[in-house]
């Protein structure tokens, strides 16, 4: 079914149907992203990517593949999120 088909259904424009269905789906997104941002946050003890790089230049994590991986992970996070904040402005 299309979103056309679905918003006449609705009873409201496409374009509304287009724009709350976008937002809808940001918001959710931003949620996820939010929540895995939180686990690794608490795993670390951290609340910024510039935090992992803070302690690593301290000597304070673990230098183990899987926390350069969770710095890699919670830097793509961050800028997802970012972007998702930026879009739902414009929305």
């Known amino acids: 079914m299309t979103l056309k088909t679905l918003a006449t259904q609705l009873r409201i424009s496409p374009t509304r149907f287009a724009r709350e269905s976008a937002s809808a789906w940001m918001d959710k997104r931003l ?3 939010e929540s895995e941002m939180l686990k690794l946050a608490l795993k ?3 609340e910024k ?4 790089l803070r302690m690593a230049k301290k000597g304070q994590t673990d230098d183990t593949e899987d926390t350069l991986d969770d710095f890699f992970k919670f830097d ?3 800028a997802e999120r970012k972007k998702l904040r930026a879009l739902k402005q414009s929305v």
């Open 31 to 33: 949620l996820e992203v």
């Open 44 to 46: 670390h003890g951290v």
């Open 49 to 52: 990517s510039s935090d992992f």
């Open 76 to 78: 793509a996070l961050e």
